[in-house]
């Protein structure tokens, strides 16, 4: 029953629609006049932009800047350096492990030229590492002929020598001299202390500026056997 009343529903004129006649003169007029003033007024150029998307751009410029300042690491040039000390409070405090096989690979691409990759130096031109005396004892003698080179004539494991060895150190890291330091004193029959980088930043400190030691110089300061 329900059905047939729908059934007639549909045939009955709507309201507003046309009738069985089309639509009156009267409405065809009000129609077209709601038509009319639907329509968006002519307007020249753009749109404004939605004020709640001005918003979100300037949300995301301020989150960006935050996340900038905070994953930066103040923009500095050692960022990604993997042996420069980390600043970020979420890490923590950087502790430095005086590390052999970091120390091997830059004794190969620093010293071992001269040194040799066996520690053996070359005979009458340079000096052996292995068990030398100048390496083991006061880290101090070792940090300071790294940074600063020594040239002169002196007598090492009962050969003489008159070289000159560069300020190597003074392109390195503190770190990079620490490990090269740690490595060369436990390679080949040394074995003294490990070289932490804080003692290096010392040295270097207290050298300043200063030029090629004397052996005799170095000598004087660190005696050998201490
Ligand atoms: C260009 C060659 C050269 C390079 C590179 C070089 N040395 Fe030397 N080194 C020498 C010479 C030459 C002497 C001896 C200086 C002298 O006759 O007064 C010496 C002396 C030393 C001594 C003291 C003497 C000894 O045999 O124990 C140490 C320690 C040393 N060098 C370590 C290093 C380390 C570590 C490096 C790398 C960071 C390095 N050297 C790079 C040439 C070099």
Redesign the pocket.
Known sequence: MNDRNRHSDRNRPRQGGPGPEGFSDGRLVEVHSHIARDKQEPAQGFSMTPIFVVFLFCAFGFWAGLYLTRNSRGFSASAFDLDAPVASASVGPAVFEPDAAKGEK??LA??????QPTGM?LPG?????AN????AGDEK??IK??LV??????E??GAK??????N??AA?KDAQ?AH??TY?RSAWGNAAEPVMDVSVAEVRKALGSRGQY??KE?LEAHPLGK
């Open positions: 830059l004794y620093n010293c071992a030229a001269c040194h130096g031109a340079f000096p052996p590492l030398s005396p100048w390496v003698r070792i002929i790294i080179g020594m040239a002169g004539e002196v090492i494991a020598y008159n070289g000159n060895m560069p190597v150190g390195l001299i090269i330091a060369v004397s052996p170095i």
